[in-house]
C-alpha cells in the first residue's frame, strides 16, 4: 500500500490496462513498439510471440499499459497461445482490447475479432500493414467494416507510424466514453443434441461465414493480388528447387559471415589486447599484488577480450542476416520445406524454426521452442537443438576447415570453406532428425501432432531497423552472456595453468588423465580438456589448446593460420585429429549458457543432463568410428 500512494504522488496520472491481441504475423509486436517505444523482438513468421509482454505510453495526460497477448487464430482451441490470450481476455483485467489485423488478409483476421467481440468490451480493431495493402492493390473500406462491427476501427501502417495517434484516441474514448456493446452479429446454428466436437465446429462455422460475409463486403481484391508471393512460393517451397535454394541461401550467408568477419575481428583482437599492459599498470598503480594482477589480466580480461574478439564481428553479420530472411518471410517456407522430414522423424515441422535460431545461439533456440504446441514435441526440440553448431562454435569450425581442408586462398578458399561448412551444417540437421527419432521412438513416444503453418505474404524487408535490432536485441544480447561465463572461465583456467601437480601444471596433469579417451577418439587429451574448459564458453576451446600446448600461463593468441597450423602440426596434429576435431566440435555438450537454459525451459535437471548426453555421446562414437576407419 506505501508503495502504490507514493506511484500516485509522482505521477498523477490515470492508469488504464490495453489487451493487445491479433492473429501471429499482423504486426502486432510492431503496434506494441510503435506505442510504447520498447523494443521487442518483431518477425515475420507466425508464433514468434509465446508469452505476454508489457509496455506504457502516455497520451491526453493519462498513462496506458499495454498488454501483448501471443498471436493466436481463434479462442476456441486449446494451444498455449490461445489460452493465455482467452483467459486474459475473459478476466476482464483489460479496460479495452486493441485487436490488430492484416489488412491484406482480413477475412482470416475477422475470425478472431468477432471471438473477441463475444468476450469483452470495448474493443478497437486495428486494421494494420495498409501500406502492403495499398501496394498489392487490396482496398479496405473503414467505414463500412466499422458500421458493420459496430465498434472502432482505425487504419494504421505501423511499420512507418501512420494511423498511431488515431488509434490512441480511440484508446482513450475507449475507456472513458464506451460505446454500446453491439449486437449480435453472428447467427449460430441449434447446437441441442450434439457433442462437443460437432458443437465447436457449428460454431466456427458460423463464424468463418460472417467473417467471410464482412470481408467481402470491406475489401476490394484484385486478381493479380498474390501472383508475386505465388510465384516466389514456386521456386521456394516446390519439391524440386525449396530444398536446394535453402541450401543455397544458408551456403551464402555463411560464406558473407566468414569473408565478413575476418578483418573485423583481427582489428578489434588487436585494439583489446593492446590494452592488457596499460590495464596491468593501472592494477599495479593500486598497488595489486602481482599475482592477482596476473590472474586478472592474464586469465580474466584475456579471456574477455578473445571472446569478444572471436565472437563479435561474425555475430554482427550472421544475426542481420539471418534476421533480413525473417523480415522477409522466409523462414516459414523452411519449415514447409522440412515439416516432411520432421514428421517422419516423429517431431514437428516447426522446430526447423528453432532450429535455426540455434545458428545464431543455442540458448536462443532452446527459448524459440515455446512456439511448439506439444510439450512432448517441444521437449524434443529443446533436447536436440543443440546439434546444430552456434556462433560460438563457428570459429573452431572455420578455423579447422581453412587449415587443413581448403588448399586454395581468396574468392575459392573462401567459397570452398563455406561449401563445407555447410556440409557440416547438413550433417548436423541430418543428426537432429535422427535424435529427434531415436528420442520419439524411445523416452518421448507419441504420435506428430498436425499444426496449421501459415505462408505470410512476402515482405520488403526494413534494412535499416532490422540492422539495429538484430545488433541490439540478439547480437549484444548473447555476446552479453557470453562475457559474464567467459570471465570465471578465463580465471579457472588461469589457476589451472599456473598451479603445479608435481612436474607439471594442474592443466598438463589433466590433459594426460583424458589422454587415453582422446586418442580412442582421434584425438589427444588436451584436445578433450580444451573443449571441457570452453564449457562456459565455446569460443575460447582454441587459445586454451594453445595454452595447453606451449605450456603457456595464459591464453595465447596467434598471428595467422599458418602459425596455428604450424604449431598443431608439431604436437602430432594430422589430417585425422583435425576431421575429429571439426566432429568433436560439432557435436558435443551444450554450454554452460544453453544447460541453465534447458533447465529453467524443462523445469527438470534430468532433461537437461540428457539434453547434455545426446550430442556428447553423438560426438564420442562418431570420433571413435571415424578413428578406427581412418587409422
Same mark, same amino acid.
Given at each position: 500500500?506505501?508503495?502504490?500512494?507514493?506511484?500516485?504522488?509522482?505521477?498523477?496520472?490515470?492508469?488504464?490496462?490495453?489487451?493487445?491481441?491479433?492473429?501471429?504475423?499482423?504486426?502486432?509486436?510492431?503496434?506494441?513498439?510503435?506505442?510504447?517505444?520498447?523494443?521487442?523482438?518483431?518477425?515475420?513468421?507466425?508464433?514468434?510471440?509465446?508469452?505476454?509482454?508489457?509496455?506504457?505510453?502516455?497520451?491526453?495526460?493519462?498513462?496506458?499499459?499495454?498488454?501483448?497477448?501471443?498471436?493466436?487464430?481463434?479462442?476456441?482451441?486449446?494451444?498455449?497461445?490461445?489460452?493465455?490470450?482467452?483467459?486474459?481476455?475473459?478476466?476482464?483485467?483489460?479496460?479495452?482490447?486493441?485487436?490488430?489485423?492484416?489488412?491484406?488478409?482480413?477475412?482470416?483476421?475477422?475470425? &478472431?475479432?468477432?471471438?473477441?467481440?463475444?468476450?469483452?468490451?470495448?474493443?478497437?480493431?486495428?486494421?494494420?500493414?495498409?501500406?502492403?495493402?495499398?501496394?498489392?492493390?487490396?482496398?479496405?473500406?473503414?467505414?463500412?467494416?466499422?458500421?458493420?462491427?459496430?465498434?472502432?476501427?482505425?487504419?494504421?501502417?505501423?511499420?512507418?507510424?501512420?494511423?498511431?495517434?488515431?488509434?490512441?484516441?480511440?484508446?482513450?474514448?475507449?475507456?472513458?466514453?464506451?460505446?454500446?456493446?453491439?449486437?449480435?452479429?453472428?447467427?449460430?446454428?441449434?447446437?441441442?443434441?450434439?457433442?462437443?466436437?460437432?458443437?465447436?465446429?457449428?460454431?466456427?462455422?458460423?463464424?468463418?461465414?460472417?467473417?467471410?460475409?464482412?470481408?467481402?463486403?470491406?475489401?476490394?481484391?484484385?486478381? /493479380?493480388?498474390?501472383?508475386? /508471393?505465388?510465384?516466389?512460393?514456386? &521456386?521456394?517451397?516446390?519439391?524440386?528447387?525449396?530444398?536446394?535454394?535453402?541450401?543455397?541461401?544458408?551456403?551464402?550467408?555463411?560464406?558473407?559471415?566468414?569473408?565478413?568477419?575476418?578483418?573485423?575481428?583481427?582489428?578489434?583482437?588487436?585494439? #583489446?589486447?593492446?590494452?592488457?599492459?596499460?590495464?596491468?599498470?593501472?592494477?599495479?598503480?593500486?598497488?595489486?599484488?602481482?599475482?592477482?594482477?596476473?590472474? &586478472?589480466?592474464?586469465?580474466?580480461?584475456?579471456?574477455?577480450?578473445?571472446?569478444?574478439?572471436?565472437?563479435?564481428?561474425?555475430?554482427?553479420?550472421?544475426?542481420?542476416?539471418?534476421?533480413?530472411?525473417?523480415?522477409?518471410?522466409?523462414?516459414?517456407?523452411?519449415?514447409?520445406?522440412?515439416?516432411?522430414?520432421?514428421?517422419?522423424?516423429?517431431?514437428?515441422?516447426?522446430?526447423?524454426?528453432?532450429?535455426?535460431?540455434?545458428?545464431?545461439?543455442?540458448?536462443?533456440?532452446?527459448?524459440?521452442?515455446?512456439?511448439?504446441?506439444?510439450?512432448?514435441?517441444?521437449?524434443?526440440?529443446?533436447?536436440?537443438?543443440?546439434?546444430?553448431?552456434?556462433?560460438?562454435?563457428?570459429?573452431?569450425?572455420?578455423?579447422?576447415?581453412?587449415?587443413?581442408?581448403?588448399?586454395?586462398?581468396? #574468392?575459392?578458399?573462401?567459397?570452398?570453406?563455406?561449401?563445407?561448412?555447410?556440409?557440416?551444417?547438413?550433417?548436423?540437421?541430418?543428426?537432429?532428425?535422427?535424435?529427434?527419432?531415436?528420442?520419439?521412438?524411445?523416452?518421448?513416444?507419441?504420435?506428430?501432432?498436425?499444426?496449421?503453418?501459415?505462408?505470410?505474404?512476402?515482405?520488403?524487408?526494413?534494412?535499416?531497423?532490422?540492422?539495429?535490432?538484430?545488433?541490439?536485441?540478439?547480437?549484444?544480447?548473447?555476446?552479453?552472456?557470453?562475457?559474464?561465463?567467459?570471465?570465471?572461465?578465463?580465471?579457472?583456467?588461469?589457476?589451472?595453468?599456473?598451479?603445479?601437480?608435481?612436474?607439471?601444471?594442474?592443466?598438463?596433469?589433466?590433459?594426460?588423465?583424458?589422454?587415453?579417451?582422446?586418442?580412442?577418439?582421434?584425438?589427444?587429451?588436451?584436445?578433450? =580438456?580444451?573443449?571441457?574448459?570452453?564449457?562456459?564458453?565455446?569460443?575460447?576451446?582454441?587459445?586454451?589448446?594453445?595454452?595447453?600446448?606451449?605450456?603457456?600461463?595464459? =591464453?595465447?593468441?596467434?598471428?595467422?593460420?599458418?602459425?596455428?597450423?604450424?604449431?598443431?602440426?608439431?604436437?602430432?596434429?594430422?589430417?585425422?585429429?583435425?576431421?575429429?576435431?571439426?566432429?568433436?566440435?560439432?557435436?558435443?555438450?551444450?554450454?554452460?549458457?544453453?544447460?541453465?537454459?534447458?533447465?529453467?525451459?524443462?523445469?527438470?535437471?534430468?532433461?537437461?543432463?540428457?539434453?547434455?548426453?545426446?550430442?556428447?555421446?553423438?560426438?564420442?562414437?562418431?570420433?571413435?568410428?571415424?578413428?578406427?576407419?581412418?587409422?
Amino acid at each position: 500500500m506505501p508503495h502504490r500512494i507514493k506511484k500516485v504522488r509522482l505521477s498523477n496520472l490515470a492508469s488504464y490496462t490495453i489487451a493487445l491481441a491479433g492473429n501471429p504475423n499482423v504486426g502486432k509486436s510492431t503496434v506494441f513498439n510503435a506505442l510504447t517505444n520498447l523494443h521487442q523482438h518483431t518477425g515475420n513468421w507466425p508464433g514468434k510471440t509465446v508469452a505476454t509482454a508489457r509496455g506504457t505510453f502516455t497520451y491526453g495526460g493519462e498513462t496506458y499499459t499495454l498488454v501483448d497477448l501471443p498471436g493466436t487464430y481463434s479462442l476456441l482451441a486449446d494451444s498455449a497461445e490461445e489460452e493465455i490470450a482467452r483467459d486474459y481476455i475473459r478476466s476482464g483485467e483489460a479496460d479495452a482490447t486493441v485487436v490488430v489485423a492484416d489488412a491484406t488478409c482480413l477475412e482470416r483476421n475477422l475470425n &478472431l475479432t468477432l471471438q473477441v467481440m463475444e468476450c469483452t468490451h470495448p474493443v478497437i480493431l486495428c486494421v494494420n500493414l495498409l501500406d502492403e495493402a495499398e501496394k498489392k492493390g487490396i482496398a479496405v473500406d473503414l467505414t463500412a467494416l466499422q458500421d458493420a462491427l459496430g465498434i472502432p476501427v482505425i487504419g494504421t501502417a505501423a511499420g512507418g507510424g501512420r494511423g498511431l495517434d488515431a488509434l490512441r484516441a480511440a484508446v482513450r474514448q475507449a475507456v472513458h466514453t464506451p460505446l454500446p456493446p453491439p449486437p449480435p452479429i453472428v447467427s449460430y446454428p441449434d447446437t441441442e443434441g450434439l457433442c462437443a466436437d460437432q458443437r465447436q465446429d457449428a460454431i466456427a462455422g458460423a463464424l468463418l461465414t460472417r467473417a467471410r460475409e464482412l470481408a467481402a463486403a470491406a475489401v476490394r481484391t484484385p486478381e /493479380d493480388a498474390h501472383r508475386r /508471393d505465388r510465384r516466389l512460393d514456386r &521456386l521456394f517451397t516446390s519439391k524440386a528447387t525449396g530444398i536446394p535454394v535453402m541450401l543455397l541461401l544458408l551456403g551464402a550467408v555463411f560464406w558473407l559471415t566468414i569473408t565478413g568477419a575476418n578483418v573485423p575481428s583481427e582489428l578489434l583482437s588487436r585494439l #583489446l589486447f593492446s590494452l592488457q599492459e596499460p590495464l596491468r599498470s593501472a592494477l599495479a598503480y593500486i598497488h595489486l599484488p602481482a599475482l592477482l594482477q596476473s590472474a &586478472l589480466v592474464d586469465g580474466v580480461y584475456r579471456t574477455v577480450a578473445w571472446v569478444v574478439s572471436v565472437m563479435l564481428p561474425p555475430m554482427a553479420i550472421f544475426f542481420p542476416l539471418f534476421t533480413l530472411l525473417e523480415d522477409a518471410g522466409y523462414l516459414p517456407r523452411v519449415a514447409f520445406n522440412l515439416d516432411h522430414h520432421f514428421k517422419c522423424a516423429g517431431a514437428c515441422g516447426r522446430q526447423s524454426l528453432t532450429m535455426c535460431m540455434g545458428f545464431g545461439c543455442n540458448a536462443c533456440g532452446v527459448m524459440g521452442c515455446r512456439i511448439i504446441d506439444s510439450p512432448r514435441e517441444r521437449l524434443i526440440a529443446i533436447l536436440t537443438n543443440s546439434f546444430v553448431p552456434c556462433n560460438g562454435r563457428f570459429p573452431t569450425l572455420i578455423a579447422l576447415i581453412t587449415m587443413f581442408f581448403v588448399t586454395g586462398s581468396g #574468392l575459392t578458399g573462401s567459397l570452398l570453406s563455406a561449401a563445407l561448412l555447410l556440409a557440416a551444417i547438413v550433417l548436423a540437421v541430418a543428426m537432429t532428425l535422427l535424435a529427434s527419432r531415436l528420442l520419439s521412438r524411445t523416452v518421448l513416444k507419441g504420435t506428430p501432432s498436425s499444426f496449421s503453418l501459415e505462408l505470410p505474404p512476402y515482405r520488403m524487408p526494413r534494412v535499416g531497423q532490422v540492422i539495429l535490432r538484430s545488433v541490439l536485441d540478439r547480437t549484444l544480447f548473447v555476446l552479453g552472456r557470453a562475457v559474464m561465463v567467459a570471465a570465471p572461465a578465463g580465471l579457472l583456467i588461469w589457476l589451472l595453468a599456473n598451479l603445479p601437480a608435481g612436474d607439471a601444471s594442474l592443466l598438463s596433469a589433466s590433459a594426460r588423465l583424458l589422454d587415453p579417451l582422446g586418442r580412442a577418439m582421434g584425438m589427444d587429451g588436451m584436445i578433450l =580438456l580444451a573443449f571441457l574448459l570452453g564449457f562456459p564458453a565455446n569460443e575460447i576451446v582454441i587459445p586454451i589448446l594453445l595454452m595447453g600446448y606451449l605450456s603457456a600461463g595464459s =591464453l595465447t593468441d596467434y598471428a595467422t593460420l599458418g602459425e596455428l597450423k604450424a604449431l598443431l602440426l608439431a604436437n602430432g596434429w594430422t589430417l585425422r585429429t583435425a576431421f575429429c576435431a571439426a566432429l568433436f566440435t560439432l557435436f558435443h555438450f551444450p554450454c554452460g549458457t544453453t544447460c541453465l537454459t534447458i533447465r529453467r525451459e524443462t523445469g527438470s535437471w534430468k532433461w537437461t543432463a540428457l539434453g547434455v548426453a545426446l550430442p556428447t555421446a553423438a560426438g564420442v562414437v562418431l570420433c571413435m568410428a571415424v578413428n578406427l576407419l581412418l587409422h
